[in-house]
């Protein structure tokens, strides 16, 4: 790293101005059996890993490669930030021993780590990201940092801490093996845009997608529509079906011509108008793509897409679509018994544990079915290490372990937090948590240029545009936007090959 960090300041002057797909590692699911769960254990005992992912990739490496006999850093510390976000605050570390199955979990994940290799892990959880965000660059910028890791937002710094020297290459860490099937090889080299990987996708990064809750009473009720679980088993669960149980489930109740909250009944509603952004990756379309050469373009102006507008925005003035939070202060819920989706992220299970409507979890339809599968994107943050460890064989003997530990004990807990409450009274919810985690994705025009104000408008424009303004001509809005958008994707290639280049 010694010629990064000496043309370091060069390159944060300039300003910084794909896509992978389908999860084959199944996360481990809680059996509702009186087992026990299984005690993390880093030691070198094959026999000790208790991961049921049984394909060729998984028995021909079932064992981390961390020497833990010969490695002692002396309680030496390993220090991650994060920030109160999402999952971070609950999903990641356990300062102390708990009767919560998920905080236990955290826990015993992490005193193994300690006492295998003598190390002290702690972390830090700033209170917003910007906090996060300075003290990173401030570290890199002095040239040294006590942070070994550090767990970002999904879209803010992502292009410029990648493209501007903040990042070690996970290739370059010691003890990292991204071939492990404790990684997901294929999701780190969609994010990977020039040659190297700045961003860890493994068993330790619990996902945060957006899933499709919804009123089993009122589809029930809805006889001419089929068993959405069984729909999505059979590979069945598509826009078709969606849109139509949509538009059956928004009823003008009290027939006055008018639609409102405490009346009316309504196909869909959700917690943030990006739930809506889902769909496009769900339907199967990109919106940038990657060439062998590595250039990258925009691919999102289809036929498909211009499909989805115009359907969108069909059903948007049909008031399918109860209007979002930003518009609406005072939303419907599934509790008021007049609302069939709700789109909001997994982590909201949690609050609707208590609800005395009968609610189940899907994940969001394939375009038709002709598509191979259904698409998941992750909204969750991303894993990085700063440039400027002192210690990155500590850094990467640590990541290693506490990939290689989760799906043991940490992945079943938060299945079994995730199903508290009503899901807990639906077996057919594992599957559908299968079905969901098992397809996770990622989309570079997400996480790196969603905030842009060229390329971030488009990737918001099915929201925006189809549902809020119910323009259905996406030809036109897009013509307005692809040049601009263009230049920030090769801008960022442009900043990022400099940065590679002397790299190397």
Known sequence: MKKLLSLLL??????????????????????????APSTPSVSDDPSSDTSPDTTPEATEQTMHNVPVDSLDFGNEE???????????????FAEEESSDPMEAALYNRQRSIEEAIGVKISYHMYPDYFDLHDAI??????????????????????????SGGYLYPFEELPH??????????????????????????????????????????????????????????????????????????TLDM????AFTRDFDSFGVAVDDISDYCSFVTAFDQDFVQKDEEGAITLAINTE????????FADMAK?????????????????DSGRLLFYLAPISSAEKMRDSEIEIGILPYPKYNEEQANYKTLDWGGLMCVPSVITNPELSGAVIELLAFESDKEV?????????????????????????????????????????????GKLFFGLPDEAIRKENANFASFYAGKAEAAQKVVNDYLSALSMFEEFYQ
């Open 137 to 162: 660059d401030k570290d890199v910028n002095m040239g040294e940092t006590a942070i070994d890791m550090a767990l970002l937002h999904c879209i803010d710094s992502v292009a410029a801490f990648s």
């Open 254 to 257: 009290n027939t006055d011509g």
């Open 411 to 455: 992945i079943p807990a938060y299945y079994e937090k995730v199903l508290d409450g009503q899901l807990a009274q639906d077996p057919q919810s594992v599957k559908m948590l299968d079905v969901i985690f098992d397809t996770i994705c990622y989309e570079p025009a997400l996480n790196y240029w969603g905030f842009s104000a060229e390329l």
């Open 318 to 334: 049909a008031d399918v679509f109860y209007p979002d939070p930003l518009i609406k202060k005072d939303q419907i819920t599934l």
């Open 78 to 92: 390993f220090h991650f930030v994060a920030f109160e976000w999402q999952g971070y605050p609950h999903y990641f």
């Open 176 to 249: 990292v093996d991204v071939n492990a099937p404790w990684w997901n090889k294929e999701q780190m080299d969609g994010l990977r845009l020039g040659t190297m990987s700045y961003y860890g996708v493994n068993d330790f990064m619990i996902p945060c997608p957006y899933v499709m809750f919804f009123n089993k009473e009122m589809v029930e009720d809805m006889k001419d529509f089929e068993d959405p679980y069984q729909l999505v088993l059979d590979q069945k669960w598509t826009f078709d079906v969606f849109e139509e149980m949509a538009r059956a489930a």
């Open 304 to 311: 498909k897409t211009v499909d989805i507008f115009e359907r």
């Open 10 to 35: 060069a390159i944060l002057m300039i300003g910084s101005v794909l896509i992978a797909c389908n999860n084959t590692k199944t996360p481990p699911v809680n059996t509702g059996d009186d087992t």
